[in-house]
């Protein structure tokens, strides 16, 4: 059956998650640790759908958290694999479990590295690090950039060396300034990493590179990042981790909806049964416009229609899209690259439904993972 077909048989709205595409991108991932011994962890904010956890822990070394609940996720889902965490800061009742199910430790400031510390070091298993800024970044967007003027993550080398003496436990460092960046990026950004916190690197066990790294688009260079890594681990001697989140899931779902009504108002408006506001919230963050197949942009085709949700915000709306032929209600619409950023941040504003999520398996059967009624909008309130 066309992919299509399937996916416009499936009640709506829903998020479709694909394996096959999911396995794609694993494929490169499993090819960059092959090719330079690092570890790639899943940065579960991203995607933390974890039925296909298991599927994924076959690619790749493991997962990095946010915190304490997606760390016991990922003890939970990913049993066995490795599980990192990095929080901007940690509270005393989350500390205690998160040294017993994880086995890096990120923190993002000397004084929470000693506020935690000699507990910490009760855990020999555990290794800790400690975040840096270098205070470089080619992401324009504030919103998005680490390093912005301020930025509460990471530590800076001024301050990093007036706490040279509170290094003693500290195994690793940890960057994550980069945001769907390239290889090339990413070279930048070492050399500015190298040159300001070089002089420590001699002395830690592993480095990581965070996430933000574009390595499953088809123009990235995965060659230079190998390059890349190869030659920091060679030069100082230490593990390198990368914690990617779009590169694990980009392209690797869909998110179907239903026309509901067609208006006009200076142009032909449609409303569907899925929400920018609530169901895919970066197309209003980043901001960026979807790609829904069988569309073009506005104008391009003969029927455009402005697309928008069923809620009460006027800036609801998901973008301008034409049509070969005109729009009728019933129709289903399918948003492609919806599996990243979207289950992991949804939100029941106005009362809207959350969307079921399903998997299409490589033998194109379809499961339903979960379905949403009212009282998951009830239960939080
Ligand atoms: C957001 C984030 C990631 C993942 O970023 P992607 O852009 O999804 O690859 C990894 N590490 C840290 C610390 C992050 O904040």
């Not at 940690?90 to 000693?114: A, G, M, P, R």
Request: hydrophobic share 35%.
């Amino acid at each position: 059956m066309k992919l299509t077909e399937i996916l416009s048989a499936l009640p709506t709205p829903c998020y479709v998650i694909e394996e096959c595409s999911l396995v794609d991108n694993l494929e490169t991932l499993w090819e960059v640790e092959q090719k330079t011994g690092c570890h790639v962890l899943l940065a579960q904010k991203a995607f933390s759908n974890y039925k296909t956890y298991p599927l994924i822990s076959e690619y790749i070394s493991g997962t990095t958290a946010s915190g304490l609940f997606e760390a016991k996720l990922a003890h939970e889902e990913m049993p066995g694999a490795m599980n990192h965490v990095f929080s901007p800061a940690y509270k005393d009742d989350e500390i205690d479990e998160l040294l017993t199910i994880c086995d890096h430790i990120v923190f993002n400031s000397f004084s929470q590295w000693k506020h935690f510390r000699e507990k910490a070091l009760r855990y020999p298993d555990v290794s800790f690090g400690l975040r840096i800024n270098p205070e470089y970044s080619e992401i324009e967007t504030d919103i998005y950039n680490p390093c912005f003027e301020n930025s509460r993550l990471g530590i800076t080398l001024s301050a990093f060396e007036k706490n040279e003496k509170e290094l003693e436990g500290i195994s690793g460092l940890h960057f994550h300034t980069m945001c769907e960046q390239g290889a090339d990026t990413l070279e930048r950004t070492l050399a500015v990493v190298e040159e300001k916190f070089g002089k420590y690197l001699y002395n830690m066990k592993w480095i990581n590179f965070g996430g933000g790294h574009h390595i499953t688009k088809p123009d990235y260079d995965v060659e230079k990042l190998v390059t890349l890594i190869n030659r920091i681990k060679g030069k100082y001697d230490l593990e390198v981790y990368i914690e990617p989140g779009e590169a694990v899931a980009i392209d690797a779902g869909y998110l179907v909806c239903t026309v509901l009504d067609i208006t006009k108002n200076g142009m032909d408006i449609a409303i569907v049964d899925t929400s920018a506001a609530c169901h895919m919230p970066d197309v209003l963050e980043m901001p960026y416009r979807p790609f829904i197949i069988g569309s073009g942009n506005g104008g391009e085709k003969p029927y455009t229609y402005r697309l928008g949700g069923p809620t009460c915000l006027a800036g609801d709306v998901i973008g301008d899209y034409s049509f070969d032929k005109p729009l009728s209600v019933g129709d289903r619409l399918i948003f492609t690259d919806m599996a990243m950023y979207t289950t992991v941040k949804n939100n029941t504003f106005n009362g809207m439904p959350l969307p079921s999520i399903y998997i299409l398996h490589r033998d194109e059967s379809v499961e339903l993972v979960r379905k949403f009624g009212y009282e998951d909008f009830k239960s939080r309130l």
